[in-house]
């Protein structure tokens, strides 16, 4: 079965702080990982995925197969990274999402 | 970007009635489009998945004579929620995938926001 667990569900941090989102994953298989944001009264968007190995807006998100997760980063929050992220794994043909982590970042 | 836009917004229906919601891809093909249901400060969980001209598949636990799919070409998907209860109120939001970049080009909508009184 296809699970994604993102333990926080709020993350308060002051600006300039570094943030990790946690998100662990269970799926037999070999998943496609993404992390998706949804700013206050916007629709869902996509952030980064994790094959393109990118870096989106200062974040990054690596991987770890032998821990299942996917933990997103970011070195120094800005206030605008204030937003719900949700976690979220390809097995087969759907998509599934995390509970999500609300993300405060303070002045 | 590719846009996915759903009709209407916002809809309040009395308890008995049924609402239809459409999705639809504006500016690519969708072969899949998919059907999210998100109650208040909580995940989105999925209904249902559509492949154009087939049967939809629903997850465990969605009625799907309750929660009607109709994926009737490439740009557009429909969900009719029949019979609508106060316990159906929630927020619905469609996806829609891009047949050339099936494994990446998943959009979302902006959501409806059903009401039933």
């Known amino acids: 079965a296809q699970r994604v667990t993102q333990p926080e569900k709020l993350l308060s941090v002051f600006k300039g702080a570094p943030v990790e989102l946690k998100c662990n994953y269970s799926?037999?298989?070999?998943?496609?990982l993404f992390w998706y944001v949804q700013y206050s009264r916007q629709r869902l968007q996509l952030l980064l995925r994790?094959?393109s190995r990118e870096s989106i807006k200062g974040f990054t998100a690596d991987l770890n197969k032998g821990e299942t997760s996917f933990h997103l980063k970011k070195p120094f929050a800005q206030e605008e990274d204030s937003a719900m992220y949700y976690c979220?794994?390809?097995?087969?043909?759907?998509?599934?999402f995390g509970t999500g982590t609300r993300l405060q970042v303070f002045p | 970007g590719a846009v996915v836009s759903q009709h209407p917004s916002w809809v309040i229906c009395k308890s008995g009635t049924s609402v239809k919601i459409e999705c639809r891809s504006l500016d690519f093909q969708a072969t899949t489009m998919f059907w999210y249901r998100q109650f208040p400060k909580q995940s989105l969980m999925l209904m249902a998945t559509s492949n154009e001209g087939s049967k939809a598949t629903y997850e465990q636990g969605v009625e799907k004579d309750k929660f009607l799919i109709n994926h009737a070409s490439l740009t557009l998907s429909t969900l009719t929620v029949t019979s609508a209860h106060p316990e159906d109120s929630s927020f619905y939001i469609c996806?829609?995938?891009?047949?050339?970049?099936?494994?990446?080009?998943?959009?979302f909508g902006p959501g409806t926001r059903l009401t039933v009184l």
């Open positions: 799926y037999s298989g070999s998943p496609e």
């Open positions: 996806s829609a995938r891009e047949w050339r970049t099936s494994g990446v080009g998943q959009f």
């Open positions: 979220a794994l390809r097995g087969t043909d759907k998509l599934i």
């Open positions: 994790h094959i």
